[in-house]
């Protein structure tokens, strides 16, 4: 099976950087996903790694250690919109169909 | 549409009734995936089609929930003799193919009384 860790909360003031950890446990891993969602909205995806490294699409960056089964979500210049829930979420390696979501973390960007 | 509509978007039904949840992917996506969401917690994966099969639905509770995708575009969740436990919302999502950015419906919030 799978499963993820991730902080339940973080709090952060508007131009700021925070950084969202994920941990998983796996039996087969293929990537690793993040996605925002605000208040009564949908998932939005984000990113996905799938090897080792960083990749950056404008304010946010994700990264991804599979030797340390560990991720994270960078958010940069902070803005109140980007007071979300972020989830991570694996990718089966054995069903590229099947991601397992952490519980999320609820990011509030303070002025 | 531009993007993925799931009817109704919300749905309250009584306990031992049989509900239908509908999605509507993205124009062209072979990839549909179903997903449910409770208070606080991650989507939780329940079943994906791949064009007009069941690729997977190791994540359906139980026999009372089922999904079809009869003509490889829209798909419909139907759960049966419905719990209180069933109550969450209920996300639809595509992509392209199994791999790639899936996008999600707003999905359907399912409240069993």
């Known amino acids: 099976g799978q499963s993820l860790e991730q902080p339940s909360e973080v709090t952060a003031v508007e131009g700021a950087i925070v950084q969202i950890n994920c941990t998983y446990q796996?039996?087969?891993?293929?990537?690793l996903s993040w996605y925002q969602q605000h208040d009564g909205g949908a998932p939005t995806f984000l990113s996905y790694n799938a090897l080792d490294g960083l990749e950056e699409t404008g304010r946010f960056s994700s990264f991804l250690s599979r030797s340390d089964s560990y991720g994270y979500l960078l958010l940069q210049e902070l803005q109140m919109k980007d007071s979300a829930s972020y989830f991570c979420?694996?990718?089966?390696?054995?069903?590229?169909?099947?991601?397992?979501f952490g519980d999320g973390t609820t990011l509030t960007v303070k002025p | 549409g531009a993007g993925v509509s799931q009817t109704p978007s919300n749905k309250v039904t009584e306990k031992g009734k049989y509900v239908e949840l509908r999605c509507d992917p993205i124009s062209g996506h072979t990839a549909l995936y179903w997903y449910r969401q409770s208070l606080g917690q991650g989507p939780e994966f329940l079943i994906y089609f791949q064009g007009t099969g069941a690729a997977d639905d190791s994540g359906l509770p139980n026999d009372r929930f089922f999904a079809v995708r009869p003509e490889g575009s829209v798909s419909t969740l139907k759960i049966q003799r419905t719990e209180r436990g069933d109550s969450a919302v209920y996300l639809c999502?595509?992509?392209?193919?199994?791999?790639?950015?899936?996008?999600f419906g707003q999905g359907t919030r399912l409240t069993v009384v």
């Open positions: 999502a595509s992509s392209g193919r199994v791999n790639t950015e899936a996008f």
């Open positions: 979420a694996v990718r089966s390696e054995t069903n590229a169909g099947k991601s397992t």
């Open positions: 796996t039996s087969g891993f293929y990537g």
